[in-house]
Each structure stands twice: as structure tokens, then as C-alpha cells.
């Protein structure tokens, strides 16, 4: 995965969408979080496409992905 540079210091709180395809997320957005520092941040994911099981399934994804724990309630799009 390429890494994507995008200085994220200045921020708490991280709004991070995106879409959901083959049950996972894109690998662009996979890079972004396995590439920066998350700890002390608050992450609030969003998706535009995901079911039950699926988006519990990308919360572990993110959590995986990052070095934080404070992972709020996703926002589901269908």
C-alpha cells in the first residue's frame, strides 16, 4: 500500500469515511490508516455502503489498522 501524506497532528477528532466493496474498504483508505499516528485521536468512521455484519467487520479493520481505542459509533450508509 502506498503511503498517503496528509498531517493529521493539528487535528482530535478524525472523521473517516468510506466506501465499502467486497465487504472491506479500499486499500487508499487502508494505507491512510495503517500510515498515521491515531494515538490520542478520536476517530468517527462513516460508510456509504455496509451491512450488519459487514460494518462490524471494518470497525475491526480499523482498530487493527490504528493505534487507537476510541473508535465511536459508525455512521452506516445505505
Known amino acids: ?21 467486497n465487504f472491506s474498504m479500499s486499500l487508499p483508505m487502508k494505507a491512510f490508516l495503517k500510515n498515521n499516528n491515531f494515538q490520542n485521536k478520536t476517530l468517527i468512521p462513516f460508510f456509504t455502503y455496509s451491512g450488519v455484519a459487514t460494518k462490524n467487520r471494518i470497525i475491526e479493520e480499523i482498530e487493527e489498522l490504528t ?12
Not at 1 to 21: C, E, K, L, Q, T
Not at 67 to 78: E, P
Request: net charge negative.
Open 1 to 21: 500500500m502506498d503511503r498517503i501524506d496528509i498531517d493529521i497532528s493539528n487535528y482530535d477528532i478524525i472523521f473517516v469515511g468510506a466506501h465499502i466493496w
Open 67 to 78: 493505534n487507537t481505542n476510541d473508535i465511536k459509533k459508525a455512521y452506516v450508509y445505505f
